[in-house]
């Protein structure tokens, strides 16, 4: 019974030192990235990054490249990845028994774990080396890679959770069975699909590491997806060590904009909906 006792106060322990680490963490971005926000205000929506060095005058103070960057590339990875992921997730969740399906499922399974670095080289020999250059359109690339997997995952729970009765009641009418799945029970499993959507686009928008390889860099607002474009989150990389305090606020900023403007929201839309899906 002490035994027992101690092991829940041990796992108390584990979980209150996490949730003080985390809440440090946004804490520290809070206070340091909202009052440069609030300091230069909209102009870091709308000019460009300044340079490394100014010697004339006060520069142009922005993030739009990295903003612009950051949706595009997330952009291009999403439309890439829901229809497979949810394509995967469907046949994991109708097919599991199968060869096939046990196949999807180990490799979405596999593919969370993986670090995401991989996927940026994996992205860089196959595409960014032939094309000569980086751009938005490998970065959107790698990203799918991550994205994939949550999409896939999340679509399985939502059809698992369906009760066979409604579809073999579906079935019994006629129907087919693509109609089943795609139309019959559609309004029980679509918050379970956005919510996986939404998960894997925040876990996107946050990765570094794979457009590293393949997005590069630019202090420029382009919107053309084969050219280098900068994200918030390189930006935080290569700014956060930077000994340039114009810079370092930048990052700060970035980081802000990137946690509490984009993935916090995404997560917390997510949940509610996990929440609301009751079958």
Request: proline share 6%.
């Given at each position: 019974?002490?035994?027992?006792?101690?092991?829940?106060?041990?796992?108390?322990?584990?979980?209150?030192?996490?949730?003080?680490?985390?809440?440090?963490?946004?804490?520290?971005i809070l206070v340091?990235?909202?009052?440069?926000?609030?300091?230069?205000?909209?102009?870091?929506?709308?000019?460009?990054?300044?340079?490394?060095?100014?010697?004339?005058?006060?520069?142009?103070?922005?993030?739009?490249?990295?903003?612009?960057?950051?949706?595009?590339?997330?952009?291009?990875?999403?439309?890439?990845?829901f229809p497979l992921?949810?394509?995967?997730?469907?046949?994991?969740?109708?097919?599991?028994?199968?060869?096939?399906?046990?196949?999807?499922?180990?490799?979405?399974?596999?593919?969370?774990?993986?670090?995401?670095?991989?996927?940026?080289?994996?992205?860089?020999?196959?595409?960014?080396?032939?094309?000569?250059?980086?751009?938005?359109?490998?970065?959107?690339?790698?990203?799918?890679?991550?994205?994939?997997?949550?999409?896939?995952?999340?679509?399985?729970?939502?059809?698992?959770?369906?009760?066979?009765?409604?579809?073999?009641?579906?079935?019994?009418?006629?129907?087919?069975?693509?109609?089943?799945?795609?139309?019959?029970?559609?309004?029980?499993?679509?918050?379970?699909?956005?919510?996986?959507?939404?998960?894997?686009?925040?876990?996107?928008?946050?990765?570094?590491?794979?457009?590293?390889?393949?997005?590069?860099?630019?202090?420029?607002?382009?919107?053309?997806?084969?050219?280098?474009?900068?994200?918030?989150?390189?930006?935080?990389?290569?700014?956060?060590?930077?000994?340039?305090?114009?810079w370092l606020e930048?990052?700060?900023?970035?980081?802000?904009?990137?946690?509490?403007?984009?993935?916090?929201?995404?997560?917390?839309?997510?949940?509610?909906?996990?929440?609301?899906?009751?079958?």
């Open positions: 019974m002490r035994r027992g006792v101690l092991w829940i106060g041990i796992i108390y322990a584990i979980s209150l030192s996490a949730l003080a680490a985390l809440l440090w963490v946004l804490g520290s340091n990235g909202l009052p440069v926000v609030l300091k230069y205000g909209a102009e870091l929506f709308l000019n460009d990054i300044p340079p490394p060095l100014f010697f004339f005058g006060e520069p142009q103070v922005g993030l739009a490249p990295a903003i612009v960057g950051t949706l595009m590339v997330t952009g291009i990875a999403f439309l890439i990845a992921g949810f394509v995967s997730g469907v046949v994991i969740a109708e097919f599991g028994h199968t060869r096939w399906g046990r196949f999807l499922e180990d490799l979405a399974s596999t593919l969370v774990e993986v670090p995401t670095i991989t996927a940026g080289v994996a992205v860089y020999w196959t595409l960014v080396v032939p094309m000569k250059g980086f751009s938005a359109l490998a970065g959107g690339l790698a990203l799918s890679l991550v994205m994939i997997p949550y999409v896939a995952l999340y679509t399985a729970e939502s059809y698992r959770k369906v009760p066979k009765v409604i579809k073999e009641g579906g079935l019994a009418l006629g129907l087919k069975y693509t109609t089943v799945l795609f139309k019959v029970i559609r309004g029980l499993v679509l918050p379970g699909v956005v919510s996986g959507a939404l998960m894997a686009v925040a876990k996107g928008a946050g990765e570094a590491a794979p457009l590293l390889f393949t997005a590069g860099w630019s202090d420029r607002l382009s919107l053309d997806p084969f050219s280098p474009t900068a994200t918030l989150s390189v930006l935080i990389y290569k700014f956060g060590f930077s000994s340039q305090d114009l930048l990052s700060w900023a970035a980081s802000f904009i990137l946690v509490f403007m984009i993935i916090l929201p995404l997560i917390v839309i997510s949940r509610l909906l996990v929440k609301r899906h009751v079958v």
